[in-house]
């Protein structure tokens, strides 16, 4: 099992470098089929690997926040008016994953990566809106972003980029930013589901609440070894066809995991 989390960590932090893909949209499936494997059941199997993937991408995320920020591509305006709505959609969505069925959260995942996999495919930038909207508009959105993030385990980067990027937002400035909205939706997250969760009878070993520690150890130092790893490769590698490659094997992915639900 370690060395199956390792190697997690190491394609995770390989893809996040070379494609620019968030680590959760990786690490979650990857552990969801892992569990399973190990004689863990689907729905054990999708509680923990949300919480677990939530827990990485807390030091993903910071170092991320740091290499962004020194180039200026951080909006901490934009931060402080959608921080208490993403907080506010974490908390919501962190304790629903407490209260639901493991399928549930398969499902949802399932939709949100075929739909990530297919505008990641399709490389769509054009923005379908000339700004962002009102107030209540983006307070709405933030929630949103907060709240559907935590119940699948990914960070900021899935929701937040093509939304900003729709909105007619600088896209530098939206990856950038992205990373931070990465932090407030983990670190909540994962702390609560750690503390509130209630640990499945067939979860794997080391695991605390809903996170599995093992996991989390595992991954984070190769993922955060292998991003450079990743993002030098991209310099060499045609990265814009790696990344369709990739979409097309997350869109079979993403239907996996609606197939097993819906089956």
Not at 49 to 64: D, E, K
Not at 82 to 97: A, D, P, R, T
Not at 168 to 175: F, K, L
Request: charged letters at 5%; one cysteine or more.
């Amino acid at each position: 099992m370690i060395l199956a989390m390792m190697g997690t960590g190491v394609i995770a932090g390989i893809l996040a470098g070379l494609l620019g893909v968030g680590g959760g949209i990786v690490i979650v499936p990857v552990l969801f089929f892992l569990y399973q494997g190990l004689g863990v059941s689907a729905d054990s199997a999708m509680l923990v690997a949300t919480a677990t993937s939530l827990a990485t991408i807390i030091p993903t995320s910071i170092s991320s926040i740091r290499a962004h920020n020194a180039k200026g591509n951080v909006d901490f305006e934009l931060l402080k008016a959608w921080g208490f709505f993403i907080f506010l959609g974490v908390l919501i969505g962190s304790f629903v994953v407490t209260r639901v069925e493991g399928q549930w959260l398969t499902l949802l995942f399932g939709v949100i990566a075929t739909l990530s996999a297919i505008n990641m495919l399709l490389g769509k930038k054009d923005a379908l809106f000339n700004s962002l909207p009102g107030k209540g508009g983006q307070s709405i959105i933030a929630t949103c972003i907060g709240f559907f993030s935590s119940m699948v385990g990914i960070g900021g980067g899935t929701l937040t980029v093509p939304t900003l990027t729709f909105c007619n937002y600088p896209a530098h400035r939206a990856v950038g930013t992205a990373a931070a909205v990465g932090l407030i939706i983990s670190l909540p997250a994962a702390v609560t589901m750690l503390i509130v969760g209630q640990t499945p009878a067939d979860a794997p070993f080391g695991t605390f609440g809903l996170v599995n520690l093992v996991g989390a150890a595992c991954i984070i130092p190769l993922t955060v070894l292998f991003a450079p790893v990743g993002a030098g490769l991209a310099n060499r590698l045609n990265a814009a066809m790696l990344k369709k490659v990739f979409a097309v094997t997350l869109i079979f992915t993403g239907l996996r995991m609606l197939y097993q639900v819906l089956a």
